[in-house]
């Protein structure tokens, strides 16, 4: 039983480049989140799931896209990578009763130059 | 509008007790979560507090009082281990109340 797991760990990119973020969950959650953490601040939500085939606009979407590919799988795509999106991204689970008990991978650390 | 205030730093002794506040302020109020988060990591789940009083697990006690949007998490015993950051969280309003909103966290530093 892995949990959340997400690739890669570590992205470096160029402005404009653009990346697909991978995570997936083996506990058969309805619920997936994707979060950006920058130094010094709390989690802040890109997109969610609510479950498969549903996705919803977070605190702040803009640059991102999103897909729930199935009901193990949530992919953060980044279009046109910019400098202001270098972050930590954390990819979340959580079951059915509610979102306060969530899941976390394990991160992945994004730099674009 | 919504809002979570936290302090940013707590500094304790290993082996004392560390109360780490949390005021909330929200239109829908369904309860208060607490993530704990070692630099480098994941946030992990520490606790959930829906009804006010106090909920222990282990060394870590959540308390809640609705009527004063307003709780802690208490750390008792503390080990160098416990030197991370603390999140409260509550229901995102703003988006609907199926995620999270989460504050800017308190580091913890514990020394010997």
């Known amino acids: 039983n892995a949990g959340v797991t997400q690739t890669p760990k570590f992205q470096v990119l160029k402005t404009g480049q653009s990346m697909t973020l991978q995570c997936a969950q083996d506990?058969?959650?309805?619920?997936m989140y994707w979060y950006r953490q920058d130094p010094g601040m709390g989690l802040r939500l890109i997109y969610y799931s609510a479950s498969e085939g549903t996705t919803d606009k977070g605190e702040v979407p803009n640059g991102y896209n999103v897909s729930r590919l199935n009901k193990r799988e949530f992919s953060l795509r980044l279009e046109s990578a910019a400098p202001s999106q270098t972050s930590v991204y954390f990819c979340?689970?959580?079951?059915?009763?509610?979102?306060?008990?969530?899941?976390f991978g394990p991160g992945t650390r994004l730099l674009v130059l | 509008g919504q809002s979570l205030e936290q302090p940013s730093e707590v500094t304790a002794v290993e082996g004392a007790i560390v109360q780490i506040n949390c005021t909330y302020q929200?239109?829908?109020?369904?309860?208060l979560s607490w993530y704990q988060q070692h630099d480098g990591g994941a946030p992990t789940f520490l606790s959930y507090n829906a009804l006010d009083g106090l909920e222990e697990t282990g060394r870590f006690s959540s308390f809640l009082s609705r009527s004063d949007s307003y709780g802690y998490l208490l750390l008792q015993e503390l080990q160098m281990k416990d030197s991370a950051s603390y999140f409260c969280a509550v229901r995102d309003i703003r988006t609907g109340a199926n995620n999270l909103f989460f504050g800017t966290g308190t580091r913890l530093t514990v020394i010997p």
């Open positions: 506990m058969n959650h309805n619920s």
């Open positions: 929200t239109s829908g109020f369904y309860g």
């Open positions: 979340a689970s959580t079951p059915a009763r509610g979102p306060e008990t969530q899941y």
